[in-house]
C-alpha cells in the first residue's frame, strides 16, 4: 500500500504554514529576540490560574456537558453584552470550544462542502483558508490594500461574492495588520450583507485587544444577528493560549449543527480550563486593563520604530501586531525576514505568510516584553542601516 495515496487530495495539497521555516531555524539559534509569535508573553493572571487549581483539588476532574459547564455559558452571555452590547442566551445560543480555533473550523465544517465558496479576506489569520480547504469548499480571497488600511470595503466585498458565496469571514481585529472595523465602516459591509443567505463568521478573538476606539462587532446590527457566528476566546486577552478555550455564539439552529460535530469529534472542551474561565469572565477586567495598556505602550514604540527606520507602518489599532511595509528595501518578505534572522537575530514573519497580498510587508508582534522590543528595534535599525550602505 503506498500510504501517500491513502490522504486525500485537499489534506495533500495543502502547503505548509509558511511560518513554519523560521521556527526550525530559531530552535539552531541562541540569543534570537521573537517578535513572531503570536501569543501573549503574560502568564495567566494568578485569579484565573488558581481558580484551576482550586478545581482539580476538589476533583473536578470529569467531562462537562458537550456545550460546557451552563454556569460559564452564563458567565460569557454577561460579558459578550457588558463589553459589547451582544445578547446571546446560555442555554442554546453559546458553544464552548477547544480555542478560538475549534469554533472557525466547526462553522466552515457546517456550513460549507464542494461547490460553496468561502470569502476570506487577506491578510490574514492562516487557519480560515486550512480549514476551508479541508471541507473541500473553494476559499474566494479578497486582497485587502495598504491604502484601505486593510479593511474590508464594501466594493471589495460585493465584487467577490457570487451565487456560490455561503460564508464570509470577518477578521477584526485582524491578524496579522492590526486593522479593525469602526461602526460606520461595518455599516457598508452590513448593507452589501443584510438581504443575502450568506453567514458571517466574525472571528473577534482580539475584540478586547483596541487602542484608542471599541471594538464593534458586526453581530451588534440587528440585521445581522440571525446571520452571525461570533467567534470569541480566552487565548489573547487572558493570556490563555495553553488552556485551549474559547467559543462560538449564534442562532440556536447553527450552534446545535456545530454542536453535533463537537460532540463526535471533541465531546467537550477541557474542563479545568472552564473552572478557570469562570473566573476570567467574573474577575479578569482589570488584568485584562492592565496588559491593554502595556500593550499599547508597545505598540507606540515599535510603530514609531519602524517609522524611524523610513519604513512605512500605518496606525495598528488592535490586536498585538505591527505590518511595516519592506518595500522600500527593494527585498522580499521572505528575504528580509530570513537575512534579518540570520544576520541580526530577530525573528518575525513574512507578511506574504498570511495571503499573496501580505508580500512586501513583516508583521512584529508586540506581545514581548518592551526590553525586547527596544532591542529588536536596535536591531532591525542596524540592519537597515547596512542595507542602505
Ligand atoms: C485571528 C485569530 N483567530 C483565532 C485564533 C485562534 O486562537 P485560539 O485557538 O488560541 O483561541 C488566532 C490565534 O492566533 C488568531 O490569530
Given at each position: 500500500?503506498?500510504?501517500?495515496?491513502?490522504?486525500?487530495?485537499?489534506?495533500?495539497?495543502?502547503?505548509p504554514?509558511?511560518?513554519?521555516?523560521?521556527?526550525?531555524?530559531?530552535?539552531?539559534?541562541?540569543?534570537?529576540?521573537?517578535?513572531?509569535?503570536?501569543?501573549?508573553?503574560?502568564?495567566t493572571?494568578?485569579?484565573?490560574?488558581?481558580?484551576?487549581i482550586?478545581?482539580?483539588?476538589?476533583?473536578?476532574?470529569?467531562?462537562?456537558?458537550?456545550?460546557?459547564?451552563?454556569?460559564?455559558?452564563?458567565?460569557?452571555s454577561?460579558?459578550?453584552?457588558?463589553?459589547?452590547?451582544?445578547?446571546?442566551?446560555?442555554?442554546?445560543?453559546?458553544?464552548?470550544?477547544?480555542?478560538?480555533?475549534?469554533?472557525?473550523?466547526?462553522?466552515?465544517?457546517?456550513?460549507?462542502?464542494?461547490?460553496?465558496?468561502?470569502?476570506i479576506?487577506?491578510?490574514?489569520?492562516?487557519?480560515?483558508?486550512?480549514?476551508?480547504?479541508?471541507?473541500g469548499?473553494?476559499?474566494?480571497?479578497?486582497?485587502?490594500?495598504a491604502?484601505?488600511?486593510?479593511?474590508?470595503?464594501?466594493?471589495?466585498?460585493?465584487?467577490?461574492i457570487?451565487?456560490?458565496?455561503?460564508?464570509?469571514?470577518?477578521?477584526?481585529?485582524?491578524?496579522?495588520?492590526?486593522?479593525?472595523?469602526?461602526?460606520?465602516?461595518?455599516?457598508?459591509?452590513?448593507?452589501?450583507?443584510?438581504?443575502?443567505?450568506i453567514i458571517?463568521?466574525?472571528?473577534?478573538?482580539?475584540?478586547?485587544?483596541?487602542?484608542?476606539?471599541?471594538?464593534?462587532?458586526?453581530?451588534?446590527?440587528?440585521?445581522?444577528?440571525?446571520?452571525?457566528?461570533?467567534?470569541?476566546?480566552?487565548?489573547?486577552?487572558?493570556?490563555?493560549?495553553?488552556?485551549?478555550?474559547?467559543?462560538?455564539?449564534?442562532?440556536?439552529?447553527?450552534i446545535?449543527?456545530?454542536?453535533?460535530?463537537?460532540?463526535?469529534?471533541?465531546?467537550?472542551?477541557?474542563?479545568?480550563?472552564?473552572?478557570?474561565?469562570?473566573?476570567?469572565?467574573?474577575?479578569?477586567?482589570?488584568?485584562?486593563?492592565?496588559?491593554?495598556?502595556?500593550?499599547?505602550?508597545?505598540?507606540?514604540?515599535?510603530?514609531?520604530g519602524?517609522?524611524?527606520?523610513?519604513?512605512?507602518?500605518?496606525?495598528p489599532l488592535?490586536?498585538?501586531?505591527?505590518?511595516?511595509?519592506?518595500?522600500?528595501?527593494?527585498?522580499?518578505?521572505?528575504?528580509?525576514?530570513?537575512?534579518l534572522?540570520?544576520?541580526?537575530?530577530?525573528?518575525?514573519?513574512?507578511?506574504?505568510?498570511?495571503?499573496?497580498?501580505?508580500?512586501?510587508?513583516?508583521?512584529?508582534?508586540?506581545?514581548?516584553?518592551?526590553?525586547?522590543?527596544?532591542?529588536?528595534?536596535?536591531r532591525?535599525?542596524?540592519?537597515?542601516?547596512?542595507?542602505?550602505?
Amino acid at each position: 500500500m503506498i500510504l501517500e495515496d491513502m490522504i486525500l487530495d485537499n489534506v495533500k495539497n495543502m502547503p505548509p504554514s509558511g511560518i513554519r521555516k523560521y521556527f526550525d531555524l530559531i530552535n539552531e539559534m541562541e540569543d534570537v529576540i521573537s517578535l513572531g509569535v503570536g501569543e501573549p508573553d503574560f502568564v495567566t493572571p494568578w485569579n484565573i490560574r488558581e481558580a484551576g487549581i482550586y478545581s482539580l483539588e476538589e476533583g473536578h476532574t470529569h467531562y462537562s456537558s458537550n456545550a460546557g459547564f451552563i454556569e460559564l455559558r452564563h458567565e460569557i452571555s454577561k460579558y459578550l453584552y457588558r463589553k459589547f452590547n451582544l445578547t446571546y442566551n446560555p442555554t442554546d445560543e453559546i458553544l464552548v470550544t477547544v480555542g478560538g480555533s475549534e469554533g472557525i473550523d466547526l462553522a466552515l465544517r457546517a456550513l460549507t462542502g464542494p461547490g460553496d465558496e468561502v470569502i476570506i479576506p487577506e491578510p490574514s489569520f492562516v487557519a480560515y483558508k486550512g480549514c476551508t480547504a479541508f471541507t473541500g469548499a473553494t476559499a474566494k480571497v479578497i486582497n485587502l490594500r495598504a491604502e484601505d488600511e486593510f479593511k474590508l470595503t464594501p466594493k471589495l466585498l460585493e465584487e467577490a461574492i457570487t451565487p456560490k458565496t455561503k460564508v464570509v469571514i470577518v477578521p477584526f481585529p485582524n491578524n496579522p495588520t492590526g486593522a479593525i472595523m469602526t461602526r460606520d465602516e461595518l455599516q457598508g459591509i452590513v448593507e452589501v450583507l443584510k438581504d443575502k443567505d450568506i453567514i458571517v463568521i466574525s472571528d473577534e478573538i482580539y475584540a478586547e485587544l483596541c487602542y484608542g476606539k471599541e471594538h464593534v462587532s458586526i453581530a451588534s446590527f440587528p440585521e445581522m444577528k440571525e446571520k452571525t457566528l461570533v467567534i470569541n476566546g480566552f487565548s489573547k486577552a487572558y493570556a490563555m493560549t495553553g488552556w485551549r478555550l474559547g467559543y462560538i455564539c449564534g442562532h440556536p439552529i447553527l450552534i446545535e449543527a456545530m454542536k453535533k460535530i463537537h460532540q463526535y469529534a471533541i465531546m467537550c472542551s477541557p474542563t479545568t480550563a472552564q473552572y478557570a474561565a469562570i473566573e476570567a469572565m467574573k474577575n479578569g477586567d482589570n488584568s485584562v486593563e492592565e496588559m491593554v495598556k502595556e500593550y499599547n505602550r508597545r505598540r507606540r514604540v515599535l510603530v514609531d520604530g519602524f517609522r524611524k527606520m523610513g519604513l512605512d507602518c500605518f496606525e495598528p489599532l488592535g490586536a498585538f501586531y505591527v505590518f511595516p511595509c519592506i518595500k522600500s528595501t527593494g527585498m522580499t518578505s521572505d528575504e528580509f525576514c530570513e537575512k534579518l534572522l540570520r544576520d541580526q537575530k530577530v525573528l518575525t514573519v513574512p507578511g506574504n505568510a498570511f495571503g499573496d497580498c501580505g508580500e512586501g510587508f513583516i508583521r512584529a508582534c508586540y506581545a514581548s516584553s518592551m526590553d525586547n522590543i527596544i532591542e529588536a528595534l536596535r536591531r532591525i535599525s542596524l540592519f537597515i542601516d547596512k542595507i542602505n550602505k
